[in-house]
């Protein structure tokens, strides 16, 4: 068994409207120095595989195909055994 920590981020191309308004909110408070504020997504999620291998493959598998829009997004991930035995 197998959890993953996953991050979905807007690419830096990518203009992050929902960023821009917590930011410009941020700086409303007096916090001034706070610059390139972005939103993003994070997921964990528990895998039951045999292998590590196998269960990176099911997250990369997950995250194109549903969690991150391949166009827009980039994401990583962390992955760490349950189990305590690194299978």
Do not use: W
Not at 7 to 17: E, M, N
Not at 67 to 80: G, H, K, Q
């Amino acid at each position: 068994m197998y959890k993953a920590k996953i991050k979905v981020t807007l690419r830096k191309s990518i203009l992050d409207p929902q960023g821009k308004a917590v930011e410009h909110s941020i700086q409303s408070l007096g916090y001034k120095n706070v610059k390139d504020t972005r939103i993003g997504k994070f997921i964990e999620l528990e895998i039951d595989s045999n292998s590590e291998v196998e269960a990176k493959k099911i997250i990369d598998e997950v995250c194109n195909k549903l969690l991150a829009n391949p166009i827009m997004e980039d994401y990583e991930f962390e992955i760490t055994s349950l189990t305590g035995t690194g299978k």
